[in-house]
């Protein structure tokens, strides 16, 4: 992990990248003092597909039907 202040950041940002791009991490620090990290944004392990859930889930057919245990609030 290489830290480095905020001017040489500014100053070396396309290189910090490009290190970051290869598996790096990089603190970025004010007076020496961490204040930000910059790391390699990691790809959505897979693509979500629509639609996978069918048939997975069945509804009652009384499920918007009041609950007996909630009678006595309802009257």
Do not use: C, W
Not at 45 to 67: C, H
């Amino acid at each position: 992990m290489i830290q480095v202040n905020i001017h040489e950041a500014k100053t070396n940002f396309s290189r910090l990248i490009a290190k970051v791009a290869e598996g790096e991490e990089i603190i970025i620090a004010k007076s020496n003092k961490p204040v930000a990290k910059l790391v390699q944004i990691s790809p959505p392990t897979q693509s979500r597909k629509l639609g996978s859930a069918k048939g997975k889930i069945r509804m009652a057919e009384d499920f918007d039907e009041p609950l007996n245990d909630l009678a006595e609030y309802t009257s």
